[in-house]
């Protein structure tokens, strides 16, 4: 059997056909998104082995529950949270064994691990007891030492594996090839080499666990072919892929008289895209409208303003260098320093999130923040684990004034992709999460007024593609 799989930055995903359509699988509690995080427990135990009677038996009950409830969840759902709970509680009953001191310490010990939004909520509830870590996919374009290489081609693995097996388990199959998606770039500093590093640590990654034949697909490629789907006459279209890493375009000839063609290449006009996405804009948010309240811009006693970098480090979450000079001893002295010279009572805030590692957690809420902004304007933005009843009002002006340059940076790659096709598009398709906002729509369309816009499946639209790639390449 075959699949697709979008290892994105934000949320994974993999595709199988049934009933001869591309179907996503419900990887975690029914969800066919899986959060791409992860988190390492620093205790190792044996690894988990359910008997499938276990299973049966827990499902019953969580059955007879549901019943009581009136919640209706699919076996496939009930399935997941069976195997979930059992594996919990059969570590919790384990002695353990050994804490690790580091990352490579648990993955040699091969510790649990635990993914997707269990990942986040154990990172919330229990800190000191994993590692976590949030878009490996960020990192692998970057400019890594060999040890660090090593790390993230372990936490890769350790997703690929999760992935291949929940699918296998929820439908019953062996999964032997895959078509994986990939950015146009990676998030990286490397360009080419970035772009090629990356490509090794996942297509090594994906031959480890078990994977038979492992092919890549552009990630706006695969978007244009699931709207091919729905084509009756041929097109070209602009596909923009706002995902939460990278902003990827394609130009692309499809429809019914290219979808059976053996090689698809010379209907691919161009591509453009760039290492920035819904993280981006999650950094700039915080930036701009949170970091105000943690005392930027504040006054310091000898006439100058706090230096602004101290604020861009905290909030670059995704940014190596930027978090480890910000943890740096210096920057804490530096900034204790400015405390006692400034009356301000604000900055304060800035050092009970260096104190208490937030920055990750303040990254969350300043992407929360986008996404309450999509359904209502203003929002009032809890940070309470800062202070008690910190709440921030933001509106949506205030994001499309904080991400006025990523949206000139995403039209570059729009026009940029039609030049180089030489071409007007008939149609522009966009998909990925980052699109949600209105704030983003309403700038596409004051950018492209006379094209034709069709707004994709956000989550769901690449993963198709993907699969139907590989149903072309393997399914015969
Ligand atoms: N309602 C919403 N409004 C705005 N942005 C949203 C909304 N929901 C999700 N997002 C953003 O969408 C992004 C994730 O999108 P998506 O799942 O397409 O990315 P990805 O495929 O994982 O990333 P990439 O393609 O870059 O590897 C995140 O930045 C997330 O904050
Ligand atoms: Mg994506």
């Not at 811009?297 to 909030?315: C, E, I």
Request: net charge negative; hydrophobic share 40%; with cysteine.
């Amino acid at each position: 059997m075959f699949a697709g799989l979008d290892f994105g930055t934000s949320n994974c995903s993999i595709g199988i056909i049934q009933h001869g359509q591309p179907t996503l699988v419900p990887l975690e509690d029914g969800k066919t998104r899986l959060p791409s995080c992860l988190f390492i427990e620093k205790e190792s135990s044996e690894s988990v082995i359910l008997a499938e009677a276990e299973i049966a038996a827990r499902m019953l009950i969580l059955k007879t529950r549901q019943t009581a409830t009136g919640h209706a969840l699919s076996d496939e759902g009930l399935m997941t949270i069976a195997r979930k709970q059992l594996r919990k509680e059969y570590r919790e009953n384990t002695a353990h064994s050994k804490r690790a001191q580091s990352i490579v310490e648990a993955l040699r010990a091969n510790s649990d691990v635990i993914f997707g939004e269990e990942a986040e909520l154990s990172h919330v509830a229990e800190p000191e007891n994993g590692f976590y870590i949030k878009s490996p996919k960020s990192f692998l374009g970057a400019d890594i030492t060999a040890a660090q290489k090593v790390v993230f081609a372990g936490i890769v693995e350790k997703m690929l594996a999760f992935i291949k097996q929940e699918a296998q388990y929820l439908k019953q199959i062996e999964i032997e090839q895959v078509v994986i998606g990939r950015p146009v770039n990676f998030h990286g500093l490397l360009g080419r080499d970035g772009n090629k590093q990356a490509l090794d640590i996942i297509g090594t990654a994906a031959l480890k666990v078990g994977y038979k034949q492992v092919e890549f697909l552009m990630e706006p490629v695969a978007a244009a072919y699931d709207y091919e789907r729905q084509l009756t006459e041929d097109k070209l279209v602009l596909i923009l892929d706002l995902g939460g890493g990278t902003t990827d375009c394609s130009m692309i000839q499809i429809g019914p008289s290219f979808v059976n063609q053996q090689d698809r290449q010379s209907g691919i006009l161009s591509h453009t895209g760039q290492r920035i996405g819904g993280i981006d804009l999650d950094n700039k948010l915080a930036l701009m409208a949170l970091m105000p309240h943690f005392g930027k811009n504040a006054m310091l006693s000898n006439g100058l303003p706090v230096p602004n970098n101290l604020f861009r480090q905290a909030v670059s979450v995704n940014d190596v260098s930027a978090q480890q000079e910000f943890n740096a001893r210096r920057t804490g002295k530096e900034l204790d320093d400015y405390c006692k010279i400034t009356t301000d009572p604000r900055l304060s805030r800035l050092k009970a999130l260096r104190d208490g590692k937030f920055g990750l957690r303040v990254s969350r809420s300043a992407e929360q923040a986008k996404i309450l902004l999509s359904e209502q304007t203003p929002i009032a933005l809890p940070l309470h684990y800062i202070e008690p009843d910190f709440d921030i009002r933001i509106s949506r002006e205030q994001l499309s004034d904080a991400i006025a340059d990523e949206l000139r940076k995403f039209e570059v790659l729009m026009t940029e992709a039609i030049k180089q096709a030489g071409a007007l598009p008939d149609a522009l398709y966009v998909t990925g999460g980052t699109a949600m906002s209105p704030v983003i729509q309403q700038w596409i369309h004051r950018v492209f007024p006379d094209i034709q816009i069709i707004i994709g499946d956000h989550f769901g639209s690449v993963t198709s593609g993907l699969t139907t790639h590989a149903q072309r390449l393997f399914g015969r």
